[in-house]
């Protein structure tokens, strides 16, 4: 996409030789053109004015103009209304209608999982501690920090933990990093680098899982999941020393792991020495009963625990934690320093203000309110137009699935409904290739309001209910 360079006068980066033979009309297309096919200057970006332009290169305002009007006669520019000129070519797109370029077909109502409620990020709160994290910042603070996190927001996240998820947490056990997915990345290199060689996987499962155990050199091992969460029994069948799940409410499918089974994991975990990597990623998002407690309270030596702000404020904030014993924590932080020194230390700061504040506990209140409310519309919606659907998975976070019988055809109700702009995705995507199971479909309710809820199923009902 194009930047939209503010102020009058975009900089652009043109050197024109006196000493060549090659006119400076003819050097300034030729070094326009150039720029627009390496692609230094992108579709829909603004030039300079004329005007501007040609003070810059000690030039006349005509020689800028006429090299406009050739450029355009050309395709590579296109003027607007005397407001601006834009470039109008992508050296992918010889054909060019549109300075923005071409909006990728967008659904109308999307039911993607994963998603938090982007419309209700805590803005002002967050600028609050943005602002008070900035102002008490030491000038040490501005340096490279410990690559483990700041010990500030190491001793709130632990405290946390302990607090919300019954986890067994202290400062040192703390690595905060960018995300669950470079927790996860650090956690399993970490492995590698102790001599594991293979990881299992939930199936189905989020799909980065297997490619973060690839990426980490190590090899994926697919292990069902039932309506009970992760089949214990088949992981003990296979030579995994690690595991990857979701216990508190699995992805997709929203089961939480049974009680039994949670059990047995810790004890395979202990019979093969290996570690349960628990990806603690929506579980502050309870509805029907107190939260499930982190795996990793249970056996804190065993379980390696990564959280991240993710669904609780927003995915852009990019911060997270791993919770791992000492040992395998020093690995982790090591890991971490080599990659990129530490995670951006006033974003630490002000995360570990917002939640000592108590500013995090409020949004996450109100936002078990909105979610809740939205898990019922979607419940509601789903029984007024496809009754006989079964939706599972709701305990907990902000997507569900919807059962559809044996037989039914997942690809072809994911595709008629995109036909109406209502985003949907079936289960199979999430399986591992020679995996099969029941057709559903995913719906994600997190980042969709109870109005476009009701909008999206009534427009798909007839073929949720053919289903
Ligand atoms: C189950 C699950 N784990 C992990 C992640 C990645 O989270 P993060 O943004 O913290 O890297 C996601 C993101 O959607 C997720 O759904």
Redesign the pocket.
Known sequence: MAVEWSGLTPDLFIRLDRQSPETLGSQLQNALRTAIREGRLQIGERLPSSRRLAVDLGVSRGLVQATYEQLEAEGYLRAFGGSATRVAFSPQTTVVTSPEGTPAARMEIDFAP?RPDLNSFPARDWLWACGEATRTASARDMGYGDPQGSIRLREVIASYLQRVRGAFAGADDVVICS???QGAALTLAALRAAGATSVAVEDPG?LDMPILVRRAGLKPVFIPVDDRGLVVDELARTKATAVIV?PAHQ?PTGVVLAPDRRLALLEWAEQVNGVVIE?D?DSEFRYDKQPVGSLQGLAADRVVSIG?V?KSLA?AIRL?WVLASRHLGAWIAEEKHRRDRCSPILDQLALARLIESGRFDRHLRRMRGVYAARRIALVEAIGEHAPNLVLTGLAAGFHAIAQLPRGADEAEIVAAAAQRAVGLQGLDRYRSPNSDGPPGIVFGFGDVNQDAIRRGIAAIGDLLRQG
């Open positions: 994963g995300g669950f997915t989020h979701t992805t990806d990623y991240s993710s995915p997270g």
